[in-house]
């Protein structure tokens, strides 16, 4: 049997196979509502036979987002449209959904990628960022505020809200996000937290927050809670790989139900090293620490190349991202390669390869 296509759990959630659609920025809400984009872009995802698919970065707050068309869940109008979503989804696809709840810190009151991704003032629909330090995340933006002791627990309860809303809505997973430079991953790096109070400084006082939001999410859904790290800066001084390993455990001992490992995003100083599955020796080192799933990711985009990952021991799971953006049907093909069967609408059925008519379950 394919290792990419076997069973594996995440808490008490069972997965039919190892493929994790990692969450994906659209930039395409209202006033953080889902609307049609999403429905069809979740929609044609949910369909693609991959185990699990975990939702874009969802700000907790109005500040927390990317973009002032984020996704958010600091209302019940934004949960109602997530719930609607879900039960659409829900009428042709059995697949788990997750969702990725947020905060963006200095990195944003920014515009979308393709309208420049610049810093947006107030005037333009922008807002004014907050974050550990005083520290602006380029030379070129104005700083952010610095966040009282008050306000960190504040955006601790932020996060416990959102949560219990995901819940409610229907998803069945929730990742923290505390990779790719924002206020959880900012917290934990020396180059944007200077922090002198109990929030900065060693170790354990800048995990301190992702420790406590971490918690008191897990203390407030039954359904399983994960987070995604940035296993290191790719910066001199910034966060590295033995501190991201450290926390790891931490997150274990507090009840995490996996992480998903990734990299970089705090600083544009990074030197990254891309190529082929560059990241998965970051998963494969979490991995070594800790006993819950551990998924991978990083232009991971062949089949057997994620058959490999997974056999040699390096990870739970795949992660895939813009490989599902170029071609959401990728689980369909990947399961031909490997010699495997995939879930499909029965609407689908007829597409299978007549050199491979077993492909879907159930045809």
């Known amino acids: 049997m394919s290792q990419l296509f076997s069973p594996w759990s995440i808490g008490s959630l069972t997965l039919e196979n190892r493929i994790v659609i990692a969450p994906m920025c659209q930039y395409s809400a209202v006033e953080g509502v889902v609307g049609a984009w999403h429905s069809q872009h979740i929609g044609s995802l949910a369909c693609s036979g991959a185990g699990l698919l975990i939702m874009e970065a969802t700000g907790v707050t ?10 958010g869940l600091w209302n019940d109008q934004q949960a109602s449209a ?9 009428q042709y696809s059995a697949m788990p959904l997750g969702i990725q709840l947020a905060h963006a810190g200095r990195k ?8 420049g991704g610049a810093l947006l003032s107030e005037r333009d629909g922008g807002w004014v960022n907050e974050a550990p330090s005083a520290l602006a995340f380029t030379d070129s933006e104005s700083a952010p505020k610095a966040l009282t002791t008050a306000e960190i627990q504040g955006l601790v309860e932020a996060f416990v809200k959102a949560a219990r809303r995901a819940q409610a809505s229907g998803f069945d997973v929730i990742e923290l996000h505390g990779a790719h430079g924002y206020l959880l991953h900012q917290f934990l790096s020396p180059l944007s937290n200077t922090r002198t109070d109990e929030y900065g400084g060693s ?29 290191t800066d790719w910066v001199d001084g910034g966060w590295d790989l033995a501190e991201t390993e450290l926390l790891s455990v931490g997150c274990e001992q507090r009840g995490a139900a996996f992480i998903h490992v990734s990299s970089g995003g705090l600083s544009p100083q990074q030197a990254i090293k891309a190529g082929p599955g560059f990241q998965v020796p970051f998963a494969q080192a979490v991995k070594r620490r800790v006993t819950i799933p551990v998924i991978a990711v990083g232009l991971i985009t062949q089949a057997q190349q994620a058959e490999d990952i997974l056999l040699a021991g390096q990870a739970d799971a795949i992660g895939l991202a813009r490989a599902m953006l170029y071609n959401p049907r990728w689980p369909y093909a990947a399961a031909k390669a490997l010699g495997a069967q995939v879930t499909a609408p029965a609407q689908y059925w007829r597409s299978a390869p007549a050199d491979y008519p077993s ?5």
């Open 62 to 71: 109005a500040n927390g987002r990317i973009t002032p068309q984020c996704v």
């Open 82 to 90: 997530l719930a609607r979503l879900i039960d659409d989804v829900r």
């Open 108 to 115: 944003g009151s920014h515009a979308a990628p393709w309208k």
């Open 203 to 231: 170790f354990e006082n800048r995990a301190r927050f992702v420790y406590e939001v971490l918690t008191a999410v897990k203390a407030a859904v039954s359904i399983p809670v994960g987070i995604r790290l940035s296993a």
């Open 359 to 363: 492909l879907y379950k159930g045809a």
